[in-house]
Antibody
Framework: QLQLQESGPGLVKPSETLSLMCTVS??????????WGWIRQPPGMGLEWIGS???????FYNPSLRSRVTLSVGTSKNQISLNLTSVTAADTALYYC??????????????????WGQGALVTVSS | SYELTQPPSVSVSPGQTARITCSGD??????AYWYQQKSGQAPVVVIY???NRPSGIPERFSGSSSGTVATLTISGAQVEDEADYYC???????????FGGGTKLTVL
């Protein structure tokens, strides 16, 4: 049974880097059939796609966050990581990782998130 | 940047039909997806590729898309359908994913 588990510090200071890990169990991230994405949700607000990465390292980022976001894949540990630099209070949110089936287009791209973790709350505060 | 626009709230009585719209310029060319998010839970997809219902989703949930507007319809809404609903799609390039702002459905 597929499980996605987000983990990382629950509190980050302003201007520092937010780092989260998503551990996938019950399935392998080393498949061309899927991308792996991050989505966040500030308290009481809506969903925001952050970015997606394939097992081969192909990435797609939200233009509004591109300059601060890095996604990477750790295939040996079946993990996907998220780094978000120079955080402010506006980055306080519940961070979800999700599986995204690869779309069968001329250029492989992440499809819709079809399976989600339960999320990790990160608060940015001094 | 690309945006999908949803009404902030929709309210219906139990048994009535609820319709939630999602507007976006790329929707004539790109699929819409709909997610249900109940309080304290992760989102769950209820409609994919405009009008397809995943297994386990009740038949009262349906989706359609015409021009720049996609619509989620809940026929005979139940109290347990109270939730936030989000549409999701991509821009015309296919490179950027976006969620609508969300619609709070009240059934009472």
């Amino acid at each position: 049974q597929l499980q996605l588990q987000e983990s990382g510090p629950g509190l980050v200071k302003p201007s520092e880097t937010l780092s989260l890990m998503c551990t996938v169990s019950g399935g392998s991230i080393s498949s061309s059939s899927y991308y792996w994405g991050w989505i966040r949700q500030p308290p009481g607000m809506g969903l925001e796609w952050i970015g997606s990465i394939s097992y081969s390292g192909s990435t797609f980022y939200n233009p509004s966050l591109r300059s601060r976001v890095t996604l990477s894949v750790g295939t040996s540990k079946n993990q996907i990581s998220l780094n978000l630099t120079s955080v402010t209070a506006a980055d306080t949110a519940l961070y979800y990782c999700a599986r995204q089936p690869t779309t069968l287009t001329t250029t492989p791209r992440p499809g819709f998130p079809d399976f989600w973790g339960q999320g990790a709350l990160v608060t940015v505060s001094s | 940047s690309y945006e999908l626009t949803q009404p902030p709230s929709v309210s219906v009585s139990p048994g009535q039909t609820a319709r939630i719209t999602c507007s976006g310029d790329a929707l004539p060319k790109k699929y819409a997806y709909w997610y249900q998010q109940k309080s304290g839970q992760a989102p769950v997809v209820v409609i994919y590729e405009d009008s397809n219902r995943p297994s386990g989703i009740p038949e009262r949930f349906s989706g359609s898309s015409s021009g720049t507007v996609a619509t989620l319809t809940i026929s005979g809404a139940q109290v347990e359908d109270e939730a936030d609903y989000y549409c999701y799609s991509t821009d015309t390039s296919g490179n950027h994913r976006v969620f609508g702002g969300g619609t709070k459905l009240t059934v009472l």
